[in-house]
């Protein structure tokens, strides 16, 4: 009988532990990844430049490139500044924009990239997707995933501990994207990769059930491996599905119908996430999520990141034109303002009591 197997993208390397970046080199070359030393460093001009500091004397054969925002023009000239100059690889050094811009910008040239990530805030610094900015709003972009992941405990614990918390509202949103997911298979037959579903699916309740919180270091450690987990469950489904679902539908609903006020992605995605749980009547797993979100010290409502109900109301209403051709409990309700409406205070209810 033939052997049927299957190569699942993923990094060569995950580093995930206090002082991490103390020998940044020394693991690309014992990886095999820059033996030369030959890097393209992309860094933000804040924290960036300090991480900087503290790495150049290490990295002597790099070059250092500020990324000034997260949008698609500055991914293409990170590109053509490194095109052309033999590096060994493209290293990514900070949030989710600069990791995004780094990833599109190394796809372009055809180089491997290093995501070192300095904060948590979500699961793209292991996705094969950058989002970029671009003149029609936002775009995501498919690309290779990470070639190593490094993720520095000690760098982790001076980022604002905001940018934290909304990785956790990330990672908890899997479940919600999970029963969408699965949703879409029993009423349109949409194939679910069972390996994809379930890495997400694990990454999601890790964070969930997990009883500690952002200034334990086990705890950081479940989140950064549950991100860079759903990363790879992306890479293994070739799209978001094991991560998106209605919750992001709603989020992205934020971004373009009050681009200056959205929040923190894992923010959004939180607050998605649970009302997508009521909306499917899963009530019990609902009402976990925002206790979770609220231990956590994350927004369970609206009006916690400054958007009114009738704001909240339009986002939902709004949300499934964000992804044509994604099936979620929003297109399987198809509710009317008015049902969204009562459906949210009957969710607010439930909070408070």
Request: charge should be negative; hydrophobic fraction near 45%.
């Amino acid at each position: 009988m033939p052997v049927l197997t299957r190569l699942i993208p993923s990094p060569v390397v995950v580093d995930i532990s206090r002082g991490a970046l103390d020998d940044l080199a020394g693991l690309l070359a014992d990886q095999r990844i820059s033996s030369s030393g030959r890097l393209a460093v992309a860094i933000s001009g804040g924290s960036g430049q300090v991480l900087r500091e503290r790495l150049a004397p290490d990295l002597p054969g790099a070059d250092w490139f500020s990324v000034a925002d997260g949008t698609i023009d500055c991914a293409v000239r990170l590109a053509d500044d490194i095109k052309g100059k033999r590096y060994d690889a493209v290293v990514g050094l900070g949030g989710g924009k600069i990791i995004d811009v780094t990833k599109y910008a190394a796809a372009r040239v055809g180089l491997p990239m290093v995501a070192v990530a300095t904060n948590l805030s979500h699961d793209g610094l292991c996705s094969p997707v950058a989002t970029l900015d671009n003149d029609n709003g936002r775009g995501s972009y498919g690309v290779p995933t990470p070639i190593a992941v490094v993720i520095d405990l000690d760098v982790i614990r001076d980022a604002p501990i905001r940018f934290v918390r909304s990785g956790i509202g990330d990672a908890i949103s899997n479940l919600s994207a999970i029963a969408d997911w699965e949703l879409s298979h029993r009423i349109n037959g949409e194939p679910v990769d069972g390996l994809a579903a379930a890495m997400a699916r694990t990454a999601g309740e890790a964070v969930l059930r997990h009883p500690g919180g952002v200034g334990d270091d086990e705890f950081l450690t479940v989140l950064a491996e549950a991100l860079v987990l759903t990363g790879i469950a992306m890479s293994i489904s070739g799209d978001t599905r094991p991560s998106s679902g209605a919750c992001h539908e709603i989020s992205h609903a934020f971004d373009l119908l009050y681009p200056r006020r959205s929040a923190l992605h894992g923010e959004q995605v939180g607050i998605g996430a649970a009302f997508a749980m009521h909306l499917r009547g899963a009530h019990e797993q609902s009402h976990l999520f925002t206790e979770v979100l609220h231990r956590h010290g994350l927004p369970v409502l609206p009006e916690e990141i400054g958007f009114s109900v009738e704001e909240f109301v339009r986002a939902v209403a709004y949300a499934p034109q964000t992804r044509p051709g994604r099936f979620t409990i929003l297109e399987h309700l198809d509710l009317s303002t008015d049902h969204i409406r009562d459906a949210y205070a009957d969710y607010a209810k439930t909070i408070s009591s």
